[in-house]
């Protein structure tokens, strides 16, 4: 057992530490369905080999922290490639830690909101489709009454733990685009029968650009570090595409959607016609 100023934390059922205050939504929070973990499983290798291996070398990295890592593909991938690699999720994932056989020194049930890590220990750090989930009810899209001050939070934290120079990764569907392929349109929250329909039809969620709405944008990156500080990065190479061959997703509509992320202009990735959030900031 381990403890912090008054707080205690044991290991819990498969041997993970839960570095977590008993109350924390990470404890109870069910975030990732067999389903998703499959899709995690599938394309967070190309993910790494492609975009984030390059991406940790460029910065000439060391210590790597990931943020909300899911299922640990890219941990995993990390620590192969000789990097000392640390993952971090909420309880409900453990299951599929151990059924996978992530080692316990390497992955820890944390929240994002109060890492448990010291300041500046890490070289770099990635929350890669993250940020949407920090502040919502479920750990879907119904937020709760302080989603901004825990989405903050974990701003500052990312912040706080990577060393002076060091960098940070963000990546998430962008909120001033209107159409977003990673998530769908509901939860068992948040009904939006309207957006369902379309989501059925077209296999894409049209959503709302303004007001509360559980995706980020640039702004809010912006907001939380300063625009000198934040340099949104190329998507090409980022995306499998497997989403744009869902049925009802029109073949012309995903050649195009295709071209456009792979061909964006620089100027304009950090605008609404950008789909997707990517981006490094610098600590």
Known sequence: MCSAGSHEYSKGEHGYFELARPTSPALTIQSTSSEFAHIQESGGKRVYDVYLRPWLKAQGAARVLDAGCGLGVGVVAALNDGFDAVGTDVRSVADLWCQNGRSPDEFTVADVTELPFADAVFDAAMALGVMEHVGTQTGQLTLAMDWRDKRAAFAK?????????????????????PIDIQHGPTDELSPAPFRNRLFKRFGVNVHQTWGAYHLVSYSDLYRWYGRQRVRPLPLAGYFGYAALERPGVPRSIGRGARAWVEHMPVRLRGTPLNPYVLAEITV
């Open 157 to 177: 934290e990312l912040e706080r733990v990577v060393r002076p120079g060091g960098r940070i990764l963000i990546a998430c569907p962008n909120k001033r685009f």
